[in-house]
């Protein structure tokens, strides 16, 4: 699919990225543009990579259209990763986020549909679903606007792929535990019912893949994962560290933070189809060519909603995960 095939990456230099482009290697692509603000990270990412001429590395900025136009010239697929991620950053400064995660994504699609793209695949998160907190918020609209461009009479197809916490990337609450208990001698846990779903950035990536070989264009494919305590654990990563009498402090919740997440709402149930045993594929609200047509042999969902308080992982359900992702 890959196969001698321009790719941009924006917001390539990030955890979801590198993967991304590590995996991506391994299809033989002519070149992959990674574009980003990021100048340590793309100079860091290119010896990592050993200065594979396949890649190129673009500074640049999702809210600057000519820029990221220029990038997309010759480009067949575009994995959109860019975005302001971090909860209390977004609350702090919202006009930022909507500029970036917003605005930024229109500007991706203008970008994709003046230069031809085959394919745009938005990454999203569980916190788009039912959203509480600015950054839910704005990725939600950046899904809606992904979703809306399929209707704009342009050769480019674009697809959402809505997923949870993945494992180790930036900011992660595991190197956030893992230090907190060597340094500190104690990890703050904002609610002892905290729920959260997580699966390792090595099994997202390859389910992005997929979502991407198999979409039509128009849909959000919302990934199937595990979810957990978050106090389980931090009691996990504590017996692993071997350190005794780490104490676990209760903050209280952050501002539009949730005790568990949505990566599917009661009001998106209603046209959601069980896609495979990876996979739910919500269908929009709105008329696509050929589209509900396409998925009509499929069985609706039949969910209420899909959220991280069920089918907890035991402790040693999340100690066999952090040991496949290489945590412990």
Known sequence: ????????????????????????LGFNPKEIRIFSRNESNQFTMKQEFDNDRRLKFLIGDIKEREELTEACKGADYVFHLAALKHVPVCEDQPLEALKTNVNGTQNVIDAAIACNVDRVVY?????????????????????????????????????????????????SVIHVFKKHIQEKGKIGITDVNMTRFFLTLEQAIRLVFKATRESIGGEIFVMKMPSCKIIDLAHVLIEDSGKENVDIEILGVRPGEKIHELLLSEYESKTTILYDAEYYVILPPIYIEGLKEEYASYKPANLKNYNSSKDLMSKDEIRVMLKKGRFI
Request: hydrophobic fraction near 35%; glycine fraction near 14%.
């Open 123 to 171: 990454i999203s998160t569980d916190k788009a679903s039912n959203p509480s907190n600015f950054y839910g918020l704005s990725k939600a609209m950046g899904e809606r606007l992904i979703i809306h461009a399929n209707t704009l009479n342009a050769k480019t197809r674009f697809v959402c792929i809505r997923g949870g916490n993945v494992l180790g990337t930036n900011g």
């Open 1 to 24: 699919m890959f196969e001698k095939k321009t790719i941009l990456v924006t917001g390539g230099t990030g955890s979801w990225g590198y993967e991304l482009v590590r995996q991506l």
